[in-house]
């Protein structure tokens, strides 16, 4: 019943910046953790990005200083804030929640978006 829809991706120059949005809804009713995957082509899946609900944020050392990772509680929403984008960030970005009290690498109890494409190319 949780759905996670995400937003905001496409073809941008090197250099420049896109913001994802991440809008989740159906049955939520505990505290989630919400983060952004990445998955280049044959790639595994890696972990960009991440918010707890207590406000701890983390990044990969490969984009720390460019994203920046938010969400409004309120509308259940989360976003990521891409500058500076580089030939290393291409691929498709996936939103992710995670129940409170789980780690990341419980992979079986994170719920996924469908994702998003990014593409940097001039």
């Known amino acids: 019943q949780v759905q996670l829809v995400e937003s905001g991706g496409g073809l941008v120059q090197p250099g420049g910046s896109l913001r994802l949005s991440c809008a989740a809804s159906?049955?939520?009713?505990?505290?989630?953790?919400m983060g952004w995957y990445r998955q280049a082509p044959g790639k595994q899946r890696e972990l960009v990005a991440a918010s707890t609900s207590g406000g701890s944020i983390n990044y990969a050392d490969s984009v720390k200083g460019r994203f920046t990772i938010s969400r409004d509680n309120a509308e259940n929403t989360a976003y990521l804030q891409m500058n500076s984008l580089n030939p290393g960030d291409p691929g498709v970005y996936y939103c992710a929640l995670k129940p409170y009290g789980r780690s990341w690498a419980d992979v079986w109890a994170i719920y996924w978006g469908r994702g998003t494409q990014v593409t940097v190319s001039s």
């Open positions: 159906g049955s939520i009713f505990s505290i989630n953790d």
